[in-house]
Each structure stands twice: as C-alpha cells, then as structure tokens.
C-alpha cells in the first residue's frame, strides 16, 4: 500500500541542526511532490516547503527560506527535510506528504524537541 | 503572500448535527482548496480536494463548496467520529497555506 514512513523522534540543543527522512513505498516516488508541514504542540499546521523528486526543485514558505533544505535520493526513494539553526519554538511534529490534488497521504510525523 | 481565514475557531454541536465551516482567502484561488480532518497525536486525512471532490473513502456526509475567495465544509449529521479539528488549505501556487483551523466539539 502506498505509505510514507518517517524517521524516529529527536532532540536537539538551540543552535543545532535536525534532520529527518520520508521514505516513500508502494508508488512511483519520482511522480509525486513530496511537502513538508509541522505542528508546534497546541498550535495548527503549517506549510514548509516541497520538493520535486523528479527534478530536486523547491519551493519553501517565506518564513523558511534559508534555514531548510529539502533533498532527495531517489536511489532509496527517500526524501530529507533539514532545519538549522534551531530554536526553542522549533519544538514541533514534523510531518511529510504526498501530493496528489491537495497532501492525500501523510507520514506518522516525527517528533523534534529543541531543548537545552 | 495569502492569507486563509476560518470560522469559527471552535464549533459546539451534538450528534446529528449539521455542521459548516466556512474558510475565506486574502485573494482569489479559484477552486485550489482542501479540506483536512486531524484528530489528537495523529496526522492529517484529506477530506476534500478542489473545494468540492470528495476523497475516496471519505463518508458522504461531508461535503465542499465554493469558489474564489470563500468556501465552506458541510458535514451533515455529525458522527461521533467527526469530532476533530479541520483545516482548509490553499494550494493554488508555489506557496501552500493552511487555514488556522475549527475545533468541532461535542456540545
């Protein structure tokens, strides 16, 4: 069946740098965007940005430009969100999506807690 | 950049209600709207797409409408597994935004 399934949960001290896998199954990854959204605890959800796997192009929320990279393998039909220069308020799930006529299938979401 | 506006921020209603949610854009999007459902500690479900095509799967009982600058969720004859919280989404350019969301509570 088609799913996403993301990498497990981490903690980060401000400052740092997290990164965290999507892998893809059950479709053809190169054919569908793959987005990236979070979900600060108690808050709603927010748009990060996309990536083409086909192509590697981005596009990001103006809020991101520049402290996230999306990245691909399609060797291993996985896709990367990475965050630098984390703060406190970077506390979150962080989720990734296909994209088929609006976000039709989600990862489990991965948990990352900034914390000194 | 546009904006996405949704009302009401929380909805008391009991089972069996007929419930709607209405979700605006700063400007025009055509019909490049969607429709989430997300319950606590789980992630989100695609209800609606296109402002109005219903997600295989999904119950009838919902339903999308709208075009432009407004558009509303219907869900008629709320079910005990409706209650949740919904988000619209615009996803008419390079730049996605999500609305702030409606808390669907029991009454």
């Known amino acids: 069946q088609v799913q996403l399934v993301q990498s497990g949960a981490e903690v980060r001290k401000p400052g740092a740098s997290v990164k965290v896998s999507c892998k893809a199954s059950?479709?053809?990854?190169?054919?569908?965007?793959v987005h990236w959204v979070r979900q600060a605890p108690g808050h709603g959800l927010e748009w990060m940005g996309r990536?083409?796997?086909?192509?590697?192009?981005?596009n990001f929320a103006l809020k991101y430009q520049g402290r996230v990279t999306l990245t691909r393998d399609t060797s291993i039909r996985t896709a990367y969100m990475e965050l630098t220069s984390l703060k406190s308020d970077d506390t979150a799930v962080y989720y990734c999506?296909?994209?088929?006529?609006?976000?039709?299938?989600w990862g489990q979401g991965t948990a990352v807690t900034v914390s000194s | 950049d546009i904006q996405m506006t949704q009302s009401p921020s929380t909805l008391s209603a009991s089972v069996g209600d007929r419930v709607t949610i209405t979700c605006r854009a700063s400007?025009?999007?055509?019909?490049?709207l969607a429709w989430y459902q997300q319950k606590p500690g789980k992630a989100p479900k695609l209800l609606i797409s296109?402002?109005?095509s219903l997600e295989s799967g999904v119950p009838s009982r919902f339903s999308g409408s709208g075009s432009g600058t407004e558009f509303t969720l219907t869900i008629n004859s709320l079910h005990p597994d409706d209650f949740a919280t919904y988000y619209c989404?615009?996803?008419?350019?390079?730049?996605?935004?999500f609305g702030p969301g409606t808390k669907v509570e029991i009454k």
């Open positions: 999506a296909r994209n088929f006529n609006g976000l039709d299938v």
């Open positions: 059950g479709y053809t990854f190169t054919a569908y965007y």
């Open positions: 990536i083409n796997p086909n192509s590697g192009g981005t």
């Open positions: 400007q025009r999007i055509s019909n490049w």
């Open positions: 296109q402002a109005s």
């Open positions: 989404q615009r996803y008419d350019s390079d730049s996605w935004t």
